[in-house]
């Protein structure tokens, strides 16, 4: 079919784009500017300011969320054939760091309502090796973490949040990083604040944080990042193997001031979120993202599902009708165990997790950043209309 010149978007909408002006070229001038490029007192002031943002005792600023899930799977002591209960429903880090450890990654099923992990699901997934569950609030909706700790009470497994998504969220009122024994949060370049790649774990213990420090930098005795300032000493110790998993204060520069525009960002998302919900709630083929009631929904993904049996098409058409029309979309998530290494290592099937797979089947995660002009949130509202329109069933 050819398309009517009025409803195609001349340039390309990408799916995501970084909020970034002058204030992150200055900053990271400064830091380029300073000579000290690594781990530095940018890095401790973006880790300050990020613990009381959420409310934390500690945030330690690493490279990534997949590192900050790595860290705290080492700190409980993971062991080879112990159980970790998550979601399927979610991207490739959270179950590998798992396997790092050579551990089992026990997939529990899905809530339809919210794409987050049932907590109704969890009791029967438990076992005496389970050490660890780690939800994953998918698309910046908080998951149920009270139900998550009555589901696991009286056990002694360990909450590892992962929060990729979920800056700035609450939960209940609270914010999410202050809630469970670890919070993970990433700023890769498409998160809702980002350092190009980056990571946060937040954690109200001493000693997890302080074991996630020392394995983040080689597993060096404390103070050995500052080892070639003139305060430091040129004097280290190995304590353990660990990683080289430190944010540098070039990126640290970046997520300071991320952190000061981040409530602004959150805020302009959830008006791109409102304006989709305006137009597609109506709309019977469409089914928009659950919202959290009384709560910050962090909207780093807008999870539109469609009705399949109300469309003449398929969820991979509408996406490639979207892309005719100039807009870039993703899909969250192809779930874990349809992909070749969890089917080879586990046997799993398809039908396993019937609920992720019906819900992947027909989820399209639309472009909401804050940099979305009021015209490009209306140029996907008329495409996604226009396209449900020409192919009800
Ligand atoms: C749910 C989830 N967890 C973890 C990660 C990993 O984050 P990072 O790229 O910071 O390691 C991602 C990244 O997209 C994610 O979507």
């Known amino acids: ?16 784009r970084p909020d ?26 973006f880790e300050a300011r990020f613990a009381e943002a959420v409310g934390a005792k ?22 080879a054939g112990d159980e970790v209960i998550t979601t399927p429903y979610t991207f490739a880090a959270t179950a590998e760091v798992i396997r790092y450890f050579d551990a089992k990654p026990v997939f529990v099923d899905i809530d339809a309502a919210t794409l987050n992990i049932d907590p109704r699901a969890i009791a029967a ?68 604040i980002t350092t190009g790649e980056g990571g946060m774990i937040c954690t109200a213990s001493d000693a997890h944080a302080e074991r996630c420090r020392m394995m983040s930098l080689h597993g060096l005795s404390k103070s050995a990042w500052n080892r070639y300032t003139s305060s430091g000493s040129w004097q280290y110790d ?24 981040a409530e602004a960002m959150q805020q302009r998302r959830e008006v791109v979120a409102s304006s989709y919900d305006a137009a597609f709630s109506a709309i019977d083929a469409l089914e928009c993202p659950r919202r959290a009631r009384n709560d910050v929904h962090a909207w780093h993904l807008y999870t539109l599902r469609l009705h399949l049996d109300r469309l003449a098409i398929a969820r991979d058409q509408f996406i490639e009708e979207l892309r005719r029309r100039n807009i870039g979309t993703s899909v969250h998530f192809i779930p874990l165990h349809l992909h070749r290494y969890y089917e080879e290592t586990y046997g799993f099937r398809p039908d396993d997790f019937p609920v992720a797979l019906c819900e992947y089947q027909r989820e399209i995660s639309l472009p909401i950043y804050s940099r979305m002009s009021a015209e490009e949130v209306d140029s996907v509202i008329s495409a996604v209309t226009e396209i449900e329109l020409i192919n009800r069933a």
């Open 1 to 16: 079919m050819s398309l009517t010149s009025s409803t195609v978007r001349t340039t390309f909408l990408p799916f995501a």
């Open 20 to 45: 970034l002006d002058e204030r992150e070229l200055d900053a990271v001038r400064e830091v380029l500017e300073s000579g000290w490029l690594t781990t530095g007192s940018k890095a401790s002031q």
């Open 58 to 79: 500690h945030a330690i600023a690493v490279s990534s969320c997949t590192a900050a899930m790595h860290l705290a799977l080492e700190a409980i002591g993971l062991r």
């Open 125 to 192: 997934a438990i076992t005496e090796r389970t050490r660890a569950i780690i939800p994953v609030h998918i698309g910046g909706l908080a998951a149920d973490l009270n139900e998550i700790h009555s589901a696991i009470s009286g056990r002694d497994i360990v909450m590892i949040e992962d929060a990729a998504h979920a800056f700035p969220a609450t939960y209940r009122g609270r914010p999410i990083g202050s809630l469970s024994d670890f919070t993970c949060f990433s700023f890769y370049a498409t998160k809702s």
């Open 238 to 261: 190995v304590i353990a193997p660990g990683f080289k998993y430190n944010m540098t204060d070039i990126a640290a520069a970046i997520g300071l001031v991320q952190l000061e525009k």
